[in-house]
């Protein structure tokens, strides 16, 4: 189902009002982690004004240390449905137990399977008898054959509102948090008609490298990123290293923009 063979035309889907995967970039932006009603709605205001169509921001962490803050639960997911009601922009947040898939179906416009369960099968099944959104980035080590398998689990079960995200891949290099394979773009256009977005924040896990590769992205064919942003990044509780300010944010925007309208 997933196969660009038998379905030659792009998949384009409308969520939220918002068309991802057609001639507009999708553009998702939030912090790392919901930590406040304040933090949330201060970074939605401010990346919708940047030109941002969705706010991301993950309520429940998968973090490699079990002693590393593990994001607010069900709270953040209240708090994010708070800052959809307040600005409109619709929300992106990450789903790790099933046990949760009833509120995220009724709160989340687009479900995040992390890369960290792109191959937690018992998951993505569940998330096929649904008809949300799902985006799926790619594992640590998964090849693109191993994601657009993933994407297959989703869409064999009914569910076709599938997303692929590159957000960087395990190799021998340590200089960047992860290798982002900016290949994957024309390849998975080619393999594939499902949307492909580009998460340069965890790829490079740098913030000073998430504009060069939001800017690559773009002119390699993606249909959107999805970058971090946090109003003040060394306090962040998760990845502040690799989050932008809003302000850096909205230069990002107008660079990004700026190459989305060359042909
Ligand atoms: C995230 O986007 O918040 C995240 C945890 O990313 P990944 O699953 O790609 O590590
Ligand atoms: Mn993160």
Not at 241 to 255: D, G, N, V, W, Y
């Amino acid at each position: 189902k997933a196969n660009r063979k038998f379905h030659p035309d792009d998949s384009i889907l409308e969520i939220a009002g918002n068309m991802v995967g057609g001639k507009e970039l999708t553009i998702i932006a939030g912090p790392c982690s919901v930590e406040s009603e304040e933090q949330i709605l201060n970074v939605a205001r401010e990346v919708q004004a940047a030109g941002a169509t969705f706010l991301r921001g993950g309520a429940f962490k998968p973090r490699t240390s079990p002693y590393a803050f593990q994001g607010m639960g069900l709270e953040g997911l209240d708090l994010l449905k708070i800052a959809k009601r307040k600005t409109g922009l619709p929300i992106v947040t990450e789903i790790m137990d099933v046990a949760y898939l009833d509120r995220f179906i009724e709160d989340v416009d687009i479900i995040q399977v992390g890369a960290r369960n792109m191959q937690n099968f018992a998951l993505l099944k569940q998330l096929s008898h649904c008809n949300k959104a799902v985006m799926i980035k790619r594992g640590l080590s998964s090849t693109l054959e191993e994601l657009l398998m993933a994407a297959e689990y989703v869409m064999a079960g009914g569910n076709n509102r599938v997303i692929l995200c590159e957000r960087g891949i395990r190799t021998f290099e340590t200089a960047t948090r992860n290798t982002l394979d900016l290949s994957a773009v024309p390849m998975l256009k080619k393999m594939t008609h499902l949307p492909v977005i580009i998460d340069p924040s965890h790829a490079t896990g740098q913030w000073w490298m998430v504009e060069p590769m939001a800017k690559a992205a773009v002119a390699a064919g993606a249909d959107g990123i999805m970058v971090e942003v946090h109003p003040n990044p060394p306090a962040a509780l998760c990845d502040g290293a690799q989050s932008i300010t809003p302000e850096k944010f909205t230069e990002l925007m107008r660079k990004v923009d700026a190459i989305a309208r060359i042909e």
